[in-house]
Nanobody, 119 residues
Framework: QVQLVESGGGLVQAGGSLSLSCAASVRTFSRYILAWFRQPLGKEREFVAALTWSGGNYADSVKGRFTISRDNAKNTLYLQMNSLKPEDTAVYYC??????????????WGQGTQVTVSS
């Protein structure tokens, strides 16, 4: 069983930055592919970024602005979000999956953290 706990959400003005963290309680943290998804109010959950063995994969909407990274020693996943836009407003979820990576094959989800970008 994997538990994921996100933190770092909040309110920020457009153009600002936020950094999200996801702490994982699992011994085999390094074996999982980790990702971030988000769900705007009233919309479906969507893929944001994933960190696979070949590097970071990003949704077109965040490419060049967001950076995903992980620290296996701390069992923590990060999402650095720069140049935030009002359309980035959503609940952000941390996710863990076994290989091979597919946004449709997530095994574990965090509880989510709210990010609100004001215009």
């Amino acid at each position: 069983q994997v538990q994921l706990v996100e933190s770092g959400g909040g309110l920020v003005q457009a153009g600002g930055s936020l950094s999200l963290s996801c702490a994982a309680s699992v011994r085999t943290f390094s074996r999982y592919i980790l990702a971030w998804f988000r769900q705007p109010l009233g919309k479906e959950r969507e893929f944001v970024a994933a960190l696979t063995w070949s590097g970071g994969n990003y949704a077109d909407s965040v490419k060049g602005r967001f950076t995903i990274s992980r620290d296996n020693a701390k069992n923590t996943l990060y999402l650095q979000m720069n140049s935030l836009k009002p359309e980035d407003t959503a609940v952000y979820y941390c996710a863990a999956a076994r290989a091979p990576w597919s946004p449709k094959n997530v095994d574990y989800w965090g509880q989510g953290t709210q990010v609100t970008v004001s215009s």
